[in-house]
């Protein structure tokens, strides 16, 4: 299981960080990936880590998120900073067997709940 924590409500600019993190498992040899989702839109790939701290990020958030690994705490932290009204969407972090971080989401097994990121303006 994924549990996601971290969202709220924000004003344009400020920083969020949200987590990830897994009961029942470890992340050894899983690559996580965020995705989000806002109303009336797909689901889309926001950045992703490898087990071996490899990241892959959306032109849309590079330079401005940061996924980063906490194994002693097997979680995935995602650093949102200078964020937009743009960002606002259900942020889910997704896990896959295997080193390679996919950008489509159907290459994904395994799905927290979504934890609500809003950015005002």
């Known amino acids: 299981q994924l549990q996601a924590s971290g969202g709220g409500l924000v004003q344009a600019g400020g920083s969020l960080r949200l987590s990830c993190a897994a009961s029942?498992?470890?992340?050894?040899?899983?690559?996580i990936s965020w995705f989000r989702q806002a109303p009336g839109k797909q689901r889309d790939f926001v950045a992703g880590?490898?087990?071996?701290?490899?990241?892959y990020y959306a032109d849309s958030v590079k330079g401005r998120f940061t996924i980063s690994r906490d194994n002693a705490k097997n979680a995935v932290l995602l650093q949102l900073n200078s964020l937009k009204p743009e960002d606002t969407a259900v942020y889910y972090c997704?896990?896959?067997?295997?080193?390679?971080?996919?950008?489509?989401?159907?290459?994904?097994?395994?799905w927290g709940q979504g934890t609500v990121v809003t950015v005002s303006s």
């Open positions: 997704a896990a896959k067997e295997g080193p390679t971080v996919y950008y489509s989401s159907s290459r994904y097994n395994y």
């Open positions: 029942g498992r470890t992340f050894t040899g899983y690559a």
């Open positions: 880590i490898t087990w071996s701290s490899s990241t």
